[in-house]
């Protein structure tokens, strides 16, 4: 990833902010959607970004609450940690919402970044602060870098950050892992650790296998299989039902695929009859393949959040389809799921109408 230059994000920042017009030119694209979203939120970039952060119970709370996911990301905080204080920074794990549950790293800097609320119970999703690593891979789904004055806060600008969103076997955002450095340090030099990172995390929850489903790890290349970078498909009667993000890409597939794609639509073979060895997909790529057996919980999110849709009643897919004017991509993203399992419900709900 390019690293900005300072003075083009200025150039950009004059356009854009004295109402000139879009700077396509200057900044990266998905800078530039996040401050078009967070203009359109009413954020004023000339202003001090709200920093309200909770008390110390509703941390504990919040600890509480997300401990699971704490737990799970742990070793990779641990790991990271080192590799933060190298270059001045910290690491931070948020939850779907932003809410940072853990932020360590090199202490000096550590402090500066508290005196702009990167510390646990502060919440950077845009919505409250602007453009940010954090609250932008949250908006957009994937890994991003944002760079000193690329913030849409000034106040931030002496940050830089690298971050990518946890994704779970069902498709859903649950967090957020983040390395932030001096401004003077680009994060982008840390993008390729958190990904990495993040790779880890999201393979380790496929541990242990799924009640009553049949889990499906494939590669191209076969010292790759038992890696982070495996393909792991999980079937349930032969319909798809949990993946990771390398077994969809493999598959030329998205997560609306999700209780929808059977096995041997996604590969010239049948389930049943499958044994280890090579599989071809659909496409007639050649893979290594094994198939597990597994008995674990059935899947589901790591946690279930209170406004994801796994946890909720009708009522609440409605609201937030009502709170974005029935726009279904920014209600997905408000309750931590991927659009496609609002299109479904809707459709089970006409059914039952």
């Not at 509480?64 to 990301?73: P, Q, V």
């Not at 999980?234 to 969809?248: E, H, I, P, Q």
Request: proline share 5%.
């Amino acid at each position: 990833m390019a690293i900005a230059d300072p003075a083009r994000v200025q150039e950009a920042r004059k356009v854009f902010f004295d109402g000139h017009g879009l700077p396509v030119e200057q900044i990266n694209h998905a800078i530039l959607r996040s401050w078009i979203r967070c203009a359109d939120m009413g954020l004023d970039a000339h202003a001090a970004p709200r920093a309200g952060l909770p008390t110390a119970s509703e941390i504990r709370q919040l600890h509480e609450k997300y401990d699971a996911l704490s737990r799970l990301c742990r070793p990779e905080l641990d790991a990271l940690y080192a590799e933060a204080r190298t270059v001045s920074g910290i690491v931070v794990l948020t939850n779907a919402h932003g809410e940072v549950l853990d932020a360590v790293g090199d202490p000096s800097f550590a402090g500066k970044a508290a005196e702009v609320s990167l510390r646990p119970g502060a919440q950077w999703s845009e919505d409250g602060t602007g453009t940010n690593a954090i609250g932008t891979a949250l908006a957009e789904r994937r890994a991003v870098v944002v760079n000193g004055a690329e913030h849409y806060f000034q106040a931030h600008s002496i940050l830089s950050c690298a971050a990518t969103p946890i994704i779970d076997p069902r498709g859903a955002t649950i967090g957020v892992l983040d390395i932030s450095t001096p401004a003077t340090t680009p994060a982008g030099l840390m993008l390729g650790m958190v990904r990495l990172a993040v790779e880890q995390i999201e393979h380790r929850m496929f541990r242990g296998g799924f009640e009553g489903c049949r889990t499906l790890r494939f590669q191209a290349d076969r010292n790759m299989l038992g890696a982070a970078r495996e393909g792991i498909l999980v079937f349930r009667d032969d319909t798809l039902v949990a993946a990771n993000r390398w077994g969809l890409s493999l598959v030329n597939s998205g997560w609306q695929v999700l209780d929808q794609a059977r096995f041997s639509e996604l590969f010239d073979a049948d389930l049943t009859g499958f044994r280890p060895g090579r599989l071809f997909g659909a496409d007639g790529r050649e893979f290594h393949a094994l198939l597990d057996d597994a008995e674990g919980p059935s899947p589901q999110p790591l946690r279930r959040d209170p406004e994801s849709l796994e946890d909720v009643e009708l009522v609440a897919i409605r609201k937030a389809l009502d709170a974005h004017a029935g726009n279904v991509s920014a209600a997905a993203r408000r309750l931590g799921i991927h659009r496609s399992t609002i299109y479904r419900r809707m459709k089970e709900i006409a059914g039952e109408g």
